[in-house]
């Protein structure tokens, strides 16, 4: 076997509810705008499709359940926001479905969801916003140390496939977001689907389903505490660090 120049990077796992398996990620992929009033929130108000970014998988904060995590805040930015959001995780199932978890067909799409998790997407909105206005990629935004804090996964043979159901956020204890998953403009299956006519979909993937409205601005300091029904609660307990001046560019 050839030698690395240097120890291969870790993979991340994520803690699985109820099991002592682990539940190794392959790539994050982020469905934008997916609730109306978010999307009215952010200066858009039509059902669009949808479309999608990316975070890279070491940018994931696993939280195991009962527990907190610190978060570094970020340099380069003076609006850091939260947005609480439905996770799905693809089982070896997806790699099945259509051409092997290339277009795969909405009736069958959830089939290949293993589970599900509460995941915080956070976003430097000073560098998202000077980068829509550019036309430029929302990397820096969205795709930084530390920006993807997330919970253990349900599996949906515990869950089933929550389609309704709460979705909620509080800074501090005070509720800044509060939605319902029915307020999905695209639904799981849906997104599933959709995405899976850009790429193919596989076993380790995540995808982040959208934010309802109410995503504001968080200091270090602050405590954050998220929920979606029947999933499970998610806690960010401070966010630490120096002040940073917010990057050119």
């Known amino acids: 076997t050839m030698a690395s120049l240097f120890p291969p990077p870790p993979v991340v796992a994520l803690t699985i509810a109820g099991s002592q398996a682990r539940f190794p990620v392959r790539r994050v ?12 929130e952010m200066g858009a108000d039509t059902r669009e ?8 998988a070491d940018a994931l904060v696993p939280v195991a359940d009962g527990t ?38 909405v009736e069958t799409a959830l089939e290949g969801v293993f589970g599900y998790a509460v995941g915080f997407d956070l976003t430097r909105r000073d560098q998202q916003q ?24 349900v599996p949906a043979a515990q869950a089933g496939h929550p389609a309704s159901g709460a979705i909620w956020l509080e800074v ?3 509720r800044r977001q509060s939605g319902d998953l029915a307020q999905m403009s ?15 979909l596989a076993p380790g993937d995540l995808i982040f389903t959208g ?39």
């Open 211 to 249: 934010t309802p409205a109410g995503v504001s601005t968080v200091v270090r300091g602050d405590t954050l505490v998220g929920g979606v029904e029947g999933v499970g609660r998610l806690a960010v307990d401070r966010f630490a660090g120096k002040a940073h001046a917010a990057g050119g560019g």
């Open 68 to 105: 907190a995590a610190t978060v570094a805040y970020p340099p380069a930015t003076n609006n850091l926001q939260h947005e609480v959001e439905l996770v799905v995780a693809l089982g070896p199932r997806i790699a099945e479905l259509g051409q092997q978890g290339l277009n795969v067909p």
């Open 49 to 56: 499709p949808p479309f999608f970014f990316s975070k890279p």
């Open 130 to 153: 000077k980068a829509k206005e550019k036309a430029h990629p929302w990397d820096m935004g969205k795709g930084f140390d530390q920006s993807g804090p997330i919970g253990a996964i």
């Open 172 to 174: 501090n204890g005070e």
């Open 29 to 40: 992929y982020c469905v934008g705008r997916n609730y109306a009033d978010h999307a009215r």
């Open 186 to 200: 695209w639904n799981v299956a849906e997104v599933v689907a959709n995405l899976s006519t850009f790429l193919r």
